[in-house]
C-alpha cells in the first residue's frame, strides 16, 4: 500500500469552519524518557523537533460536544506562540500548516481516533486563500 504514515490534510479539510485555541500551549511529555520529578520533552522520532501540543475548539456547530475540543501537536525547535487576538471574541481564531493525521485504535475506548499534527500556527487566513496539504511530520505519535 502507497499510504502508509501520517496522512498529509489541509486545514479547511480537518476544520471546515475554523477553530479556536482554548488552551495554552504546552510540552508533551515523554512518559518513556521521564522518571520520577523528572520531565522530559517528547521529540518527534522522524525529524527529531520538540513536541507542543494546544487545546483548540471546532466552531463546526454540528460537531458532538464530546469532539469539540481537540488536541493539536506541534513539531518545533522552541514553544510555538499563538497569533494576538483580534477578534475581541473570548477565544483566538488560530490555523495550523503542515497538518497530518494519524489514526489508531484508542485503547481504552477500542474507537478509531485520530492524532492531529502540525507544523505552525498561525492567525487566520483572508476568506478565500485555503491551505493545502503540507509535508508528512512523521510516522507516529511520539506520545
Known sequence: ??????????????????????GEVEPVKDFEASTGGKFVQARDKISGELVW?????????????????VSIKILAPVQPV????????????????????TPYVHQATGRLAYSIRAREMRAPRPAGKPSAPGPVASSKDAA
Open 53 to 69: 501540543q494546544v487545546a483548540v475548539m471546532d466552531a463546526d456547530p454540528v460537531v458532538k460536544a464530546a469532539q469539540k475540543t
Open 1 to 22: 500500500m502507497a499510504l502508509q504514515g501520517p496522512i498529509p490534510v489541509g486545514f479547511t479539510q480537518v476544520f471546515p469552519l475554523g477553530c479556536y485555541i482554548v
Open 82 to 101: 499563538p497569533p494576538a487576538s483580534t477578534s475581541g471574541l473570548p477565544f483566538t481564531p488560530v490555523e495550523f500548516d503542515g497538518m497530518t493525521v
